[in-house]
């Protein structure tokens, strides 16, 4: 049974740092694309960045580029999501999300792409 868990998140104050990251399990013996999505109270969800099975592909939202990072560590079936001077528009729960994918360099900003989502965790960002 494929698992997301998303941890990491919390409140902090604009200008402020946090790390996410995804536990995958039950991923074993595919390749699979991961992303960070989110969603504000009113607004439908967004990519906010995806990283391909290989990790040389990698997008991240227009507003969110030299703030947000994304990276993976496949050993450890683990995802992260570093936060750089968060914006109180920043406020969302976030969500990791798997694809199963047979290109190791494809990386998705679609909802629809991703098979599996996280449960999402919370984060806050105080002005």
């Known amino acids: 049974q494929v698992q997301l868990v998303e941890s990491g998140g919390g409140s902090v104050q604009a200008g402020g740092s946090l790390r996410l990251s995804c536990a995958a399990s039950?991923?074993?013996?595919?390749?699979?694309?991961m992303g960070w999505f989110r969603q504000a109270p009113g607004k439908e969800r967004e990519c906010v960045a995806a990283?391909?099975?290989?990790?040389?592909?990698?997008r991240i939202a227009d507003s969110m580029k030299g703030r947000f990072t994304i990276s993976r560590d496949n050993a450890r079936s683990t995802v992260h999501l570093q936060m750089n001077s968060l914006k109180p528009e920043d406020t969302a729960v976030y969500y990791c999300?798997?694809?199963?994918?047979?290109?190791?360099?494809?990386?998705?900003?679609?909802?629809?792409?991703?098979?599996?989502w996280g449960q999402g965790t919370q984060v806050t960002v105080s002005s």
């Open positions: 999300a798997a694809a199963r994918t047979y290109s190791d360099s494809a990386a998705y900003i679609g909802a629809k792409d991703y098979g599996y």
């Open positions: 039950g991923l074993t013996s595919s390749t699979y694309a």
């Open positions: 990283i391909s099975w290989s990790g040389s592909n990698i």
